[in-house]
């Protein structure tokens, strides 16, 4: 079965084509990092006016690599939710006009739930395991039992993993996109040289849970004191500190669910998953089976999407093409689902 997996939340526009929710068969990403740079964010308004320019030429060439034609879709899978309201309804409005053309039926998938299923394109995992989702907007930790069923044990309280990354490189003028330019400085700097705190959630109710607001401030005022010229450190040296306390904050909660659970198999996806450190420190955690996607895979994908939508699918889940873009969804904050 083919899944046509159609992604534009954010500033991707990526359209994929996989079959049984397993072999990527095409897995085009026409990113538009190149156009928000000089703004060092994503500019909501340009990002969906360039998915509109750019989304018939990426599908057609998805089609091409794939080596089939439109009529040979099966499914059209496409983000409904959660992203930029107008990014989200480029993808959303194309994946409905070509669902009612072909006759073929549409699945709208969950973004977030879609990065947690990015790893299963790549390897065969068994249920149940700890997902760790690290991306641009969301910090999840939690028990996952199926496909569609995530237990979530903790989550931010403030502001995401990634997004922390990226505002820390912006204040500091290290480059775009911020998580990127921030693991590259890291690896030239000194990671003893600030020690930022981390702040005492765990207790009770908020063991499993994260706070990047206070990191992120802690970074900015912290290093901003010392006023002599020239400053007594690089940004390589705030990058690899900055970058050990975020993911050192990720692996701690981390520690505590797998020692809590007795789970011991981790799933992590999103875009923050890239990043070389959490990486290293995920692969070192002892006697726990880790899997994360390649990095092509940890950021935005429309191959995700089909993976997730080919399951929705074979699971009975189709949508109506009444079916609605939302920016945020209530997914993935505690009791979730
Ligand atoms: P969400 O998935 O929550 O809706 P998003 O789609 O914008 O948000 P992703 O595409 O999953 O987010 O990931 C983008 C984020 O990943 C950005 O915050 C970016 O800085 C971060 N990121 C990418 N590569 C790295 C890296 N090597 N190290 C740290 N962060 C990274
Ligand atoms: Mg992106
Ligand atoms: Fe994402």
Not at 265 to 278: C, E, K, M
Not at 305 to 323: C, D, K, Q, R, W
Request: net charge negative.
């Amino acid at each position: 079965m083919l899944v046509l997996g159609i992604e534009t939340s954010c500033d991707e526009c990526s359209i994929a084509v996989v079959e049984d929710g397993k072999t990527i068969r095409s897995n085009i990403v026409a990113t538009q990092i190149d156009l928000h740079r000089e703004f060092d964010g994503v500019v909501p308004e340009i990002a969906s006016r360039l998915h509109t320019e750019w989304i018939s030429s990426v599908f057609r060439r998805s089609l091409e690599e794939a080596g089939i034609a439109k009529e040979d879709i099966d499914v059209v899978a496409v983000t409904s939710r959660p992203g930029l309201i107008g990014s989200l309804l480029v993808g959303l409005s194309f994946a409905k006009g070509l669902a009612f053309a072909l006759g073929k039926p549409l699945v709208t998938v969950d973004h977030i739930r879609a990065h947690l299923y990015a790893p299963h394109l790549e390897h065969s995992i068994d249920y149940p395991y700890l997902g760790l989702l690290v991306s641009g907007g969301h910090t999840v930790i939690g028990i996952v039992r199926e496909y569609d069923s995530v237990e979530v044990l903790g989550t931010t309280i403030d502001d995401a993993c990634g997004e922390a990354f990226d505002k820390v490189a912006k204040h500091y003028k290290m480059g775009y996109p911020g998580g990127v330019a921030i693991d590259k400085l890291a690896k030239q700097g000194d990671d003893s040289l600030f020690s930022f705190p981390d702040p005492s959630l765990h207790k009770g109710d908020h063991r499993y849970d994260v706070s990047y607001s206070g990191l992120k401030t802690a970074v900015i005022n912290q290093i901003t004191q010392f006023s002599s010229t020239p400053p007594p450190y690089r940004n390589e040296d705030i990058a690899a500190s900055f970058q050990k306390a975020a993911v050192g904050m990720l692996m701690k909660r981390l520690r505590y669910a797998i020692d809590d659970t007795g789970i011991r198999r981790v799933v992590a996806g999103g875009g923050v998953v890239a990043n070389s450190r959490l990486r290293r420190e995920l692969s070192e955690l002892e006697d726990v089976e880790v899997i994360v996607p390649s990095m092509r895979l940890c950021t935005d994908n429309g191959a995700m999407i089909a993976g997730l939508g080919y399951m929705m699918f074979v699971n009975g889940i189709t949508s109506s093409l009444a079916e609605n873009a939302s920016s945020r969804v209530a997914a993935f904050r505690r009791g979730y689902p």
